[in-house]
């Protein structure tokens, strides 16, 4: 049997014969931001804060402090150690103490925890999208999706200012979740829902100060 997508995409091949049309592809869009770090990192936190996203600074000796502070504010001061998943490759100065270690277990079985801590490959300040990319650092693709808050350390060296800026950095086969705010659409009726296809609480820890 044909499906409905091998038909169209014979019809296409068929109505361009062998001969295919050469389209230029236009290369003179912006590919770096040569503005400074700092102004860099505030419109990475404007962005996120207008996605409803929550944003808190520290320093390099201050992560796991302000990770915890993260936690609380997005679980609430009653947040146990045990609900947290972290992803591998997330260094040890950067945890808690008492959280767990994502280990390959089903996937199902991260629906258990309330909070996920990653790392990210890079962060583009004119979106506000963060970028995992499924390494140890990021975790896999599940883990950010299942539970309910994802808190992601971000260093002032991951940021970039565009999307053509942060691809390089990107290996293309790899599995790149996206994410710019928590978890949320408007399909139905305008109304806004959070947490159909994610986390609903984004808090990121920002290692380096923006100008606020």
Do not use: K, N
């Not at 503005?35 to 505030?42: G, S, T």
């Not at 978890?183 to 100060?209: F, K, N, Q, W």
């Amino acid at each position: 049997m044909t499906s409905a997508r091998d038909e169209v995409l014979g019809r296409i091949r068929t109505a361009l014969g062998d001969r295919r049309p050469d389209v230029a592809v236009p290369r003179d869009y912006r590919t770096t931001d040569d503005r400074p770090v700092a102004e860099l990192l505030d419109v990475l936190v404007d962005r996120l804060e207008d996605y409803e996203g929550s944003v808190l600074h520290c320093g390099p000796d201050d992560v796991a402090a302000t990770v915890a502070a993260a936690l609380e504010t997005g679980l609430g001061p009653g947040w146990a150690p045990a609900d947290v998943v972290v992803a591998p490759g997330v260094p040890g100065g950067w945890r808690p103490e008492g959280l767990s270690e994502d280990d390959g277990r089903p996937a199902v079985e991260l629906t258990a925890f309330t909070a996920t801590l990653t790392g990210v490959a890079v962060a583009v300040a004119e979106t506000g999208t963060l970028v995992l990319d499924g390494s140890p650092l990021s975790g896999r693709r599940a883990l950010s999706l299942l539970p309910d808050c994802l808190v992601c350390v971000v260093e002032a060296g991951q940021v970039v200012g565009g999307v053509p800026e942060a691809l390089p950095r990107l290996d293309p086969t790899a599995p790149l979740t996206m994410i710019s705010g928590p978890s949320a659409t408007s399909d139905i009726e305008l109304s806004r829902v959070e947490g159909v296809h994610g986390p609903r609480t984004l808090v990121v820890v920002l290692i380096g100060r923006a100008s606020v």
